[in-house]
């Protein structure tokens, strides 16, 4: 086995993930939805070999959402688009399983993993926004258990259906006129509470076999799905010490149900701000976190309390009791939220403006922010990072003043391992079941 290495993801998050990034004299308003703008940001992280692009989604807006939120592409649109104008660099989107059927979601996988010559993945959520159900003909969405019970089931016949063909089922013999072996394609015929499906899936097994799985919850449910049923996990923390204690957790729990803790990758996603000078990097800072009013940090940290109106509290007294918007909704960062203000004693405004605009280890010159990703993967406290920065050219200042010194101190790859994503994360193409119980019967 090759020493550890870190896994890099680039999350596209074209305009920005606060909500006045836009504004920054060096941003592209407009890059949501501009695809030259994706393809280029796609181009210069394959160059730099990153190991994946990351398109987050959520089905529903108010007037208060993001910039970003209110005017993106849906993403498996977007990866379609980019497998056609990338090579190697895996292709990861968010796809709701509590707002998606299943037999469709096995197809537009499965599909991206043959057009991208098997680089899909799939980061499976169920969804905290309670506005989503309204977009979807329901009047409710699913409670937070159910959510999970339902991600289960519904990834067991995602899973599924990408089985339904052998490998080699499809023969194409012109001569004999055999265009498939029978032998080898299978129904699933599931039947559970939340999905009844039949299959077989109306496209060949893909290139990866199996697509890979991301995940990203956090409560009690959400971490032992995601270390039960994935390959990789996203993490919003930015303290080392809560990022070490949540790694070894999930790691903890991956164990415990059997898997092979070094085949789950633990990934937080971050913002580096890089300057050629520890000042230069202060001032962008600086003039980054001066976009975020008062106003925007409070919406920033409302979406984790489903769209809580956070305006109607006085903003000098201490925080408010609002855990219980927060239960139906995302546990995790509105738990993050509540830790934060009560350790720190703080008022509504200072957890805020700490929450929406954190002051990171991953501020500094390239050096600095390389001996921060160093830190976090050597402690440890991550298997990588999906990096985040909406600036246009931000991702090639990493690329080329970062990402160089990770690769001298043999921490990343210089050259992809091999062609698809699973070669990259150095995870095997699983085994076909029914070719596996074929093999076993014999
Ligand atoms: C880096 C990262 C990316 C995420 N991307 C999405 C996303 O695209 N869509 C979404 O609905 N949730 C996304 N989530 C949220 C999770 O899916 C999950 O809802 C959240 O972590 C709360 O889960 P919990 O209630 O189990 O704590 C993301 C979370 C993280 C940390």
Redesign the pocket.
Known sequence: MGARRLKLGF?MHGNGTGWGDWRHPAAHPGASTDFGYYRRQAQVAEAAKFDFL??????HITPKSSPHYLNRFE?LTILSALAAVTDRIGLVG?L?VSYAEPYNVARQFASLDHISGGRAGW???????EGSARNFSRDKHYD?ATR?RLAAEHLDVVQGLWDSWEDDALVHDKASGRFFDPEKLHRLDHRGPFFQVEGPLNIARSPQGQPVIF?????????N?AAARSDAI???DDDLLSARAYYADVKRRAAGFGRNPADLFV???LRPVIGSTEEEAERKYRDFIALTSIEDALLIMAR?FNEHDFSQYDLDAPFPEVERFAQN?????S?RVIRLAREGNLTLRETAQRFATPRTDFVGTPEQVADAFERWFLEPAADGF?Y?NSLPDELSVFAETVIPILQDRGLFRREYEGTTFRDSLGLAKPVNRHTSRRIAAE
């Open positions: 999350m990351f398109v987050a989604d959520s089905v993403p968010t709701t980061n499976v959520v169920t969804s905290w926004l937070h999970y995940q990203a919850g956090a409560s009690e449910d959400g971490r799905f996203f993490v919003q990934l937080p996603g984790s909704s995302n546990r995790s960062t738990g999906v985040n």
